[in-house]
């Protein structure tokens, strides 16, 4: 188990941890391992043996994710990957602070799967790529982060310190490296290498996509992916010394190209180029095709949720913790 005194925490870690007991068998209860899924890639539980489902609305304390992509339940169920059979616990659905949700209640999650025993967690999401070699269906693993707000007034940690860890907890290694090496290890047995690349990942608050000076300012400052979760709960799971491996899959491209050149336009068009008005219909037509958008997110990370089921399969079954 966490050996956390529960009795030194707000009621509501206990009420969840007790309702959480009684719904789900004993043998799934204290699972090791936890997972966070990402937009799209609720499926990586999807092959969960023995399932038990645990809708947020049951759990003291939880939220409810208002997302199209997530849902809104702990399942608790085996991985296996050949004879190798871990009980794990996926939150299917997060809540972000876009929500509304403060960001305490993001990651209380996080931290009541502490308090259940689980001692790694994965954390997946759907990121924008910033980085010139990221394509589509790129799969990142995270090696540390760049986050504004929790630099600036988001932390989950303000306010009291809760018994999960110490008061100022380092994030210099927040990212665990044996697990990242399973990651690796897991990408060469499945013939996933070319695919899998290390990475920055950048924190907004969002809902709204990037302007593209926000995306050269965070790639310039050395990002190479940019998504609005994860971070939160990568700080919590640190604090309560719990080992993390956090996946970004590739979902979009974000838009870096330059701005149009109107002189430029103008004097084409006075050298017997195209008006500029049909210049500017074009570039608004690829600006269109070319922004972010939710619904690019979702198909990208069904193409590629098989791959990521399979990744953290093996590393889940393959890791002794």
């Not at 025993?117 to 924008?128: D, Q, S, Y």
């Not at 570039?283 to 095709?289: G, H, P, S, V």
């Not at 939710?294 to 002794?320: F, Y």
Request: some cysteine.
């Amino acid at each position: 188990m966490s050996g956390i005194d529960m009795d030194t925490l707000p009621g509501q870690f206990k009420q969840a941890v007790e309702a959480i007991r009684a719904a789900v068998p004993a043998e799934l209860a204290a699972p090791k391992w936890g997972i966070i899924c990402g937009s799209g890639l609720s499926g990586l539980a999807g092959s969960l043996e023995s399932v038990v489902h645990v809708p947020y609305t049951s759990i003291p304390g939880f939220s409810e994710s208002t997302v199209e992509g997530h849902q809104s339940s702990l399942a608790f169920g085996y991985i296996r990957e050949g004879e190798a059979k871990v009980a794990v616990v996926a939150c299917l659905g997060r809540f972000h602070t876009y929500e509304g949700h403060s960001a305490a209640a993001c990651v209380f999650p996080t931290r009541v799967m502490k308090l259940l025993g689980v001692e790694a967690l994965v954390v997946t999401n759907a990121a924008g790529g910033l980085k010139d070699s990221f394509q589509v269906g790129t799969i990142m693993a995270i090696h540390d982060h760049l986050s504004l707000p929790t630099l600036t007034s988001m932390n989950p940690l303000i306010g009291a310190n809760l018994a999960f860890g110490p008061r100022f907890p380092p994030l210099s290694n927040a990212y665990d490296l044996e697990l990242r090496l399973a990651l690796y290890r897991a990408a060469q047995k499945l013939g996933l290498q070319d695919s899998l690349q290390s990475g920055s990942y950048a924190y907004v608050m969002g809902p709204s996509y990037e302007s593209r000076a926000d995306a050269r300012f965070l790639k310039t400052v050395g990002a190479d992916a940019v998504g609005m979760s994860t971070v939160p709960e990568v700080i919590a799971a640190a604090h309560a010394g719990i080992k993390v491996l956090a996946i970004s899959l590739i979902t979009n491209k974000v838009v870096l190209k330059p701005y149009f050149d109107f002189e430029a336009a103008l004097a084409a068009e006075a050298n017997g180029g195209p008006k500029a008005e049909d210049a500017v219909k074009q570039t608004l037509k690829q600006d269109t095709a070319e922004a972010a958008n939710h619904a690019e997110v979702l198909e990208a990370g069904a193409a590629r949720a098989e791959d990521m089921r399979k990744l953290v399969a093996l590393v889940v079954t393959s890791t002794t913790l």
